[in-house]
């Protein structure tokens, strides 16, 4: 091996034991508990090997947890109620973030970094802290039903909390600059010279916004998508504050079996088919990506 191979190596080396030590470890243990059975005992599950010394000697676990969700109608519906929102709540991002991203990118130079930071801004601050804020806005006595009382215009509060507009409204609030940055990163990269040379080919604006400005842009709008998309789907937090019963997500199912319910096998199961589910869009994502750098 030679001194330039041991150097990349070298460079790889740290970013593969973080790797290891906080995905593949933890993954192999969630997988194993999905495999145990619950227990009434500390650790709340059955062990899924038995051991002679340091060796394992035989196999415990089983695959009924597994039944036991795809056959539930709770958690299939979690799991489509999780994928539905998500799957909306990025396509609202991509409406209102792709002409965001569009006029950054034709913006002139000096102003392009004031508009990005302006994008980047609200990551500062903590997306609890803007759910609380969308809770304000929107409960009965808040600054929306406020506002439209005194305009004369409703006589009782709208119900604007724990409906499928509030839930939305807080992915979109929490992951928009998700949306923004890659497509914005795409569109800065698209030579305005193709534009020209469509107008001169007597293409209309809009015309040549969907057979060239499009076209171009589609690696972004994955990228994009995804983006939002993926941590979307295993959301908490915006569905338990500002959503009802009826918005089901596998983030609340997970912690209500692990901390309510305190059944850590099935919620490792949960988590694990969730996990699985995501997998396949990052991989679209990295292809898209391999496909955009050739």
């Known amino acids: 091996?030679?001194?330039?191979?041991?150097?990349?190596?070298?460079?790889?080396?740290?970013?593969?034991?973080?790797?290891?030590?906080?995905?593949?470890i933890p993954f192999f243990v969630v997988l194993q508990v999905s495999l145990a059975d619950p227990?009434?005992?500390?650790?709340?599950?059955?062990?899924?090997?038995?051991?002679?010394?340091?060796?394992?000697?035989?196999?415990?676990?089983d695959l009924e947890n597994y039944k036991f969700l795809l056959s539930d109608s709770l958690y299939i519906n979690s799991y489509w109620n999780s994928i539905k929102i998500a799957a909306i709540g990025a396509f609202v991002c991509l409406i209102i973030g792709y002409p965001i991203a569009y006029v950054i990118a034709r913006a002139h130079a000096n102003m392009r970094n004031t508009l990005l930071l302006l994008v980047i801004l609200p990551f500062w601050t903590s997306s609890l802290l803007r759910v609380y804020a969308l809770i304000g806005m929107y409960s009965p006595n808040g600054f929306i039903n406020s506002t439209l009382s005194w305009l004369g215009i409703i006589d009782t509060p709208l119900q604007l909390m724990q409906t499928d507009f509030a839930v939305y409204s807080g992915i979109v609030i929490t992951y928009l600059p998700l949306m923004i940055l890659p497509l914005y990163a795409a569109l800065e990269k698209l030579d305005g010279d193709l534009m020209e040379a469509a107008s001169d080919l007597g293409a209309t604006p809009l015309a040549t916004f969907w057979r060239v400005t499009l076209p171009l842009s589609l690696s972004g709008i994955v990228a994009g998508y995804l983006l939002v998309f993926i941590p979307s789907v295993g959301e908490f937090v915006i569905p338990a504050l500002l959503g009802g019963p009826d918005q089901l997500m596998i983030g609340k199912t997970l912690w209500t079996e692990f901390f309510n319910n305190r059944d850590w096998p099935v919620a490792s199961s949960v988590a694990m088919i969730m996990l699985a589910f995501l997998v396949i869009p990052m991989m679209f994502l990295r292809n898209t990506q391999g496909s955009r750098e050739a």
């Open 39 to 61: 227990a009434l005992t500390r650790p709340p599950f059955t062990a899924i090997f038995t051991w002679d010394g340091w060796w394992p000697t035989g196999f415990l676990g």
């Open 1 to 24: 091996m030679g001194f330039g191979s041991l150097k990349r190596y070298l460079v790889i080396l740290p970013p593969m034991l973080w790797l290891g030590l906080f995905f593949l």
